[in-house]
């Protein structure tokens, strides 16, 4: 996969205080891993909006188990035997995914409160008005860019443990360790020095991807697990938490929005077929065991006998700052989707699908499908065009003047235009009338 090479220097390459998260101050001290190519190219459609395609399958995948549901939204498992017995196998598997790209998605999701009267007793209730989710890989990262010269930036770097880097990390044992012991060279094959992702300075031998996947293999260990892990920085969703929610109200809702980043495909895991991990990873055995307090026995147990591989990482950015004179500060920042694509610009390409998917009331908590996004776009440009540019806006002065005068219903119906708001009963809520 190409010669190694370096992450940028901390001193060409500015940190971000507003973003998430950013580069890091130091260097590494494990080696670096370069991409030479990305494994897909959209020659025909350059669709922002668009989430990836399906290139995320894995044979014999399954959800990640958590009582954390951004682990669970992050993380995917696969028990094929063969990724565990055949190094060959495993290693072009981590190639291949160390190209992919993590999914950075936003999480919308609209509440309010319903207080009901029974009897003496007044009961509160969290009513979801909407949730769901949209795919921001194409918006905000280079990944599927159609780019013929290919790109003036590299924006993913992926990092491997070696021997004697001092990194804290799973190498194979049952806690993290700063040091791995000595297996001898592993050979290289035919052509470039680096093909291997192996680097051989100072006549010392280093794993790389190669050698980790040989060490998990012959691993005599019945319990084990290899782990790649993918993150994203340089993204801040402030911007475009703030502008979304202000598309939402502009629809009258005036309930709770909370609108966080998460991020799917953050992580992959390869179990050993043994009948413990395939427990593990059976939703109804873990929570049964989570319900029932068994975790307190098995979890030790599991720790116990695990032998844990994480050696491989990738890091993909969204934006950089970088050293320039020109420009005010002697920096400036520059984003992976192209000039002038931050995180303002990606909130208003994505408003009137946000805006329209909240005014619909999608509550099943999934990412967005292209055929879903194209659709609520449309419609929401549409209403938006209908009820503020073609001056057709009537209905909603007379809301005002309504509003001004102190008058809120008639007939118990909401004439406000606002809805989703707490309430004392739910008629207030369902028969409001909403004018977005």
Known sequence: MGKIQLPPSPQATATNPSSASSL?????????????????????????????????????????????????????????????????????????????????????????????????????????????????????????????????????????????????????????????????????????EGERLMDLENQEDYPGVKGWCERFCNDPAPVKSFTYRRSLHGFDARPMRDSLTSHIRSTG???????????????????????????????????ICIILQLWILTWPLICF????????????FSSKTVCDASAPGGVRKCYAAGPGMDEARAAEMWAPVVREAAWQGRVDGCILGEAEIEELRRKGIERREQLGENGNDLPRRGQSVLGAMGIRSIGGVNVTGAWGGDSSSASSSRFSIRMG
């Open 24 to 192: 890091p101050d130091e260097l590494p001290s494990y080696d670096e891993v370069t991409q030479p190519i990305e494994p897909y190219r959209d020659a025909e459609q350059e669709n922002h909006l668009s989430p990836p395609p399906n290139a995320y399958h894995i044979p014999g995948q399954q959800r990640y188990n958590s009582i954390r549901p951004a682990q669970r939204f992050s993380g995917s498992v696969t028990l094929d035997p063969d990724y565990s017995r055949h190094a060959e196998t495993l290693e072009r598997f981590i190639e291949a995914q160390t190209r992919l790209p993590p999914r950075p998605c936003l999480s919308v999701h609209g509440t309010h409160k319903e207080s009901r009267r029974s009897g003496n007793e007044t009961k509160t209730e969290n009513v979801t008005d909407f949730d769901f989710r949209i795919d921001l890989t194409r918006t905000i990262l280079r990944w599927g860019r159609n780019e013929l010269s290919g790109p003036s930036e590299r924006w993913s770097y992926t990092t491997v443990v070696s021997d004697t880097d001092g990194q804290k990390a799973y190498r194979g044992g049952r806690i993290k360790a700063r040091s791995g012991k000595k297996t001898g060279r592993i050979a290289l094959g035919e052509g470039d």
């Open 253 to 287: 809702y005036a309930g709770h929005i909370v609108i966080n980043p998460v991020v799917a495909n953050g992580f992959v895991t390869v179990y050993s077929p043994h009948w413990i991990n395939t427990l593990r990873n059976n939703a109804y055995v873990y929570w």
């Open 305 to 316: 006998m695990e032998r844990r591989y994480e050696v491989v990482h990738s890091k993909w």
